[in-house]
């Protein structure tokens, strides 16, 4: 049974980098076919894909989000990574690490299997 657990600060002023850490436990972050993704969901508003990180290594971003995100990883420490350049007040939201096993990498949040519990991140000075 994958688990993921985000860890992060929870609160962020306008115009720093968010960074949040998702830990991986029951399975490898580089095993074949495994996405692993952040998902986040403003309040009031529906979840959104973020980006993804590959098994292998290659990293997938959601346009409107491409130029403010970057998705890395630790091998040795099973772990992956979000960087949100430039926050506004709109990044408020529950932040969410998941993974989904498939062929090609897949926006839809519907159809990831495992989730981490969510953390919240608040940007506000």
């Known amino acids: 049974q994958v688990q993921l657990q985000e860890s992060g600060p929870g609160l962020v002023k306008p115009s720093q980098t968010l960074s949040l850490t998702c830990t991986v436990s029951g399975g490898s972050i580089t095993t074949n076919y495994y996405y692993w993704s952040w998902i986040r969901q403003p309040p009031g508003k529906g979840l959104e894909w973020m980006g993804a990180i590959a098994y292998s290594g290659s990293t997938y971003y959601s346009p409107s989000l491409k130029s403010r995100t970057s998705i890395s990883r630790d091998t040795s420490k099973n772990q992956f990574t979000l960087q949100l350049s430039s926050v506004t007040p709109e990044d408020t939201a529950v932040y969410y690490c998941?993974?989904?096993?498939?062929?090609?990498?897949?926006?839809?949040?519907?159809?990831?299997?495992?989730w981490g519990q969510g953390t919240q991140v608040t940007v506000s000075s």
């Open positions: 998941a993974s989904i096993n498939t062929i090609v990498v897949v926006p839809n949040t519907d159809e990831y299997d495992y």
